[in-house]
């Protein structure tokens, strides 16, 4: 019986990777011959080596750290927030039951609290920089990434102390709403300039994944809503791609357009699909992933901030699970390689386009890559 349930499994994976392969020729997921969980392995170690101080339990902002050459003594909030969700991405892929290095980061992080400031707004919220060494403003978005990975992890260990973690990030992030633009969140906390999608994106997608999480009529689909709604209306642009932000003094809107906010909204419609089972949300999610992939990489390479295309990878990839079209997936295992075999340094195999290498573009490829470890 063990036996047979396990080739029932093996054929459902199985059927999911090759997604509709039998259904009218749809593309099948490439084999490049490039071998993901290696580079895993290397990225992995090039971190631990060059950017972490092991006495402090820190992380340094770039590989000059380790010569206390950098700026800051250690990384600000955003770089770890894109470590924290590398280094989940590959305790997932790896299916590990072992989460030493997953609570090393998370001790990390919790340095950033400014346990002052926490008693007089609602939810969590933590600091742009290390409170102990001068603190800094917080950011929305920055604390919605930490939320989604407490929800991926929570996912995987089922243990309710991370899921509270990121009810908390995201009770905090709701602090930034108002109803001047229409309504939004802004930026970061006590600055009312703008509006932006990755404050708002970001939300959406935590709330959709709390929802499917914790099951509890929160109001998480409903909130959920109301800021997708917001974000359509007010920042996406004719090409079906997003804009950066609103000024909310004067509703001048920044058409710049970053691949991370075209990712966060294609998953957001996934997640709206999954629990609703719209078929509308489906068919915007393909219409997004097809014009992002015009837009953002024409010529088959993704722009230069490698961590955006991270978040990018991730709407794919929620895409992939439901439609079974890979080559969304495809497109990026070319670009990984790409990075790979243009932007390292050969001496040390730093990942970056600049000098010094930075700890968010290390974590970037190790996302990536962790994600295309099929």
Request: proline share 2%.
């Given at each position: 019986?063990?036996?047979?349930?396990?080739?029932?499994?093996?054929?459902?994976v199985f059927?999911t990777?090759?997604?509709c392969a039998?259904k009218?020729?749809?593309?099948?997921?490439?084999?490049i011959?490039?071998?993901f969980?290696?580079?895993?392995?290397?990225?992995?170690?090039?971190i631990?080596?060059?950017?972490?101080?092991?006495?402090?339990?820190?992380?340094?902002e770039?590989?000059?750290?380790?010569n206390g050459?950098d700026?800051?003594r250690?990384?600000?909030?955003?770089?770890?927030?894109?470590l924290?969700?590398a280094y989940?991405?590959?305790?997932?892929?790896?299916?590990?039951?072992d989460?030493t290095?997953?609570d090393?980061?998370?001790?990390?992080?919790?340095?950033?609290?400014?346990?002052?400031?926490?008693q007089y707004?609602?939810?969590?919220?933590?600091d742009s920089?290390v409170?102990?060494?001068?603190?800094?403003?917080r950011y929305?978005?920055?604390n919605?990434?930490l939320?989604?990975t407490y929800c991926?992890?929570?996912e995987?260990?089922?243990?309710?102390?991370?899921?509270?973690?990121?009810k908390?990030i995201?009770k905090?992030?709701w602090?930034?709403f108002d109803?001047?633009?229409?309504?939004g969140i802004y930026?970061r906390?006590?600055?009312?300039?703008?509006?932006n999608?990755c404050?708002?994106?970001p939300q959406?997608?935590?709330?959709?994944?709390?929802?499917?999480l914790d099951?509890k009529?929160?109001?998480?689909?409903?909130k959920?809503?109301?800021?997708?709604?917001?974000?359509n209306?007010?920042?996406?642009?004719?090409?079906?791609?997003?804009?950066?932000?609103?000024?909310?003094s004067?509703?001048?809107v920044?058409?710049?357009?970053w691949?991370y906010n075209?990712g966060?909204m294609?998953?957001?419609n996934v997640?709206?699909?999954e629990i609703t089972?719209?078929e509308?949300y489906?068919?915007e999610?393909?219409?997004i992933?097809?014009s992002?992939?015009?837009?953002f990489a024409?010529?088959?390479?993704?722009p230069?901030?490698?961590?955006?295309n991270a978040?990018l990878?991730?709407?794919?990839?929620?895409l992939?699970?439901?439609?079974?079209?890979p080559?969304y997936i495809?497109a990026?295992?070319k670009?990984?390689?790409?990075?790979?075999?243009t932007q390292?340094?050969?001496?040390?195999q730093?990942?970056?386009?600049?000098?010094p290498k930075?700890?968010?573009d290390?974590?970037?490829?190790?996302?990536?890559?962790?994600?295309?470890?099929?």
């Amino acid at each position: 019986m063990k036996k047979l349930s396990l080739i029932v499994a093996l054929i459902i994976v199985f059927s999911t990777f090759q997604g509709c392969a039998d259904k009218g020729g749809a593309i099948k997921i490439e084999n490049i011959g490039f071998d993901f969980k290696e580079k895993v392995q290397i990225i992995h170690s090039n971190i631990t080596n060059k950017f972490y101080d092991k006495q402090a339990n820190s992380y340094y902002e770039t590989n000059l750290g380790m010569n206390g050459k950098d700026e800051k003594r250690y990384c600000y909030l955003w770089p770890l927030a894109a470590l924290f969700q590398a280094y989940a991405q590959k305790f997932i892929a790896d299916g590990s039951k072992d989460r030493t290095q997953i609570d090393s980061v998370m001790k990390s992080i919790e340095r950033y609290i400014n346990v002052e400031r926490a008693q007089y707004t609602k939810g969590l919220g933590y600091d742009s920089y290390v409170v102990e060494l001068g603190g800094g403003q917080r950011y929305y978005d920055d604390n919605q990434w930490l939320g989604l990975t407490y929800c991926d992890l929570y996912e995987s260990t089922k243990d309710p102390a991370l899921l509270e973690k990121a009810k908390a990030i995201y009770k905090f992030s709701w602090a930034g709403f108002d109803t001047k633009t229409g309504g939004g969140i802004y930026w970061r906390e006590g600055d009312f300039a703008s509006k932006n999608t990755c404050s708002n994106g970001p939300q959406i997608v935590l709330a959709l994944r709390l929802k499917m999480l914790d099951q509890k009529d929160d109001g998480y689909v409903k909130k959920a809503t109301e800021l997708y709604n917001w974000v359509n209306k007010k920042l996406k642009s004719p090409e079906n791609v997003y804009w950066d932000k609103i000024n909310v003094s004067d509703g001048a809107v920044d058409k710049t357009a970053w691949a991370y906010n075209t990712g966060t909204m294609l998953q957001s419609n996934v997640l709206f699909y999954e629990i609703t089972k719209d078929e509308k949300y489906l068919k915007e999610a393909q219409a997004i992933a097809k014009s992002s992939l015009t837009y953002f990489a024409p010529k088959g390479q993704f722009p230069e901030n490698i961590w955006f295309n991270a978040v990018l990878l991730r709407g794919y990839k929620e895409l992939f699970k439901i439609d079974g079209d890979p080559q969304y997936i495809n497109a990026f295992q070319k670009y990984a390689k790409t990075v790979w075999e243009t932007q390292r340094t050969g001496v040390d195999q730093l990942i970056g386009v600049k000098e010094p290498k930075t700890l968010i573009d290390q974590a970037a490829m190790l996302e990536i890559c962790s994600s295309l470890t099929f």
